[in-house]
Nanobody
């Protein structure tokens, strides 16, 4: 499996921006679809965004569409989540996840993913 480490979380005011990054190691990064999920206090973890192994296709939850952008750099083994126009309801722990591209892929399903990072906290103040 691939090992994942997120970074870039922090405290930001509503309307501000943050850029999360996830660094992968251990396996060939370009073999993996990548996703970002988030978990707010007292809530279940939910899908935020995903990108296919080659970067051709991206997917977003309705709640973040138009504000968040997922991207990847296979040469640097990283996936990023650019978050703009942040809202207090975006406050959560954000996790990146990896799914081997050779298997069936349901990008929004947590159960699809093989590896997870430890998470990074994002707090948006009003």
């Amino acid at each position: 499996q691939v090992q994942l480490v997120e970074s870039g979380g922090g405290l930001v005011q509503a309307g501000g921006s943050l850029r999360l990054s996830c660094a992968a190691s251990g396996r060939t990064f370009s073999w993996y679809h990548m996703g970002w999920f988030r978990q707010a206090p007292g809530k279940e973890r939910e899908f935020a965004a995903a990108i296919t192994w080659n970067g051709v296709l991206t997917y977003y939850a309705d709640s973040v569409k138009g504000r968040f952008t997922i991207s990847r750099d296979n040469a640097k083994n990283t996936v990023a989540l650019q978050m703009n126009s942040l809202k207090p309801e975006d406050t959560a722990v954000y996790y990146c996840a990896a799914k081997y591209y050779g298997d069936s892929y349901i990008y929004s399903s947590q159960n699809t993913y093989d590896s997870w990072g430890q998470g990074t906290q994002v707090t948006v103040s009003s």
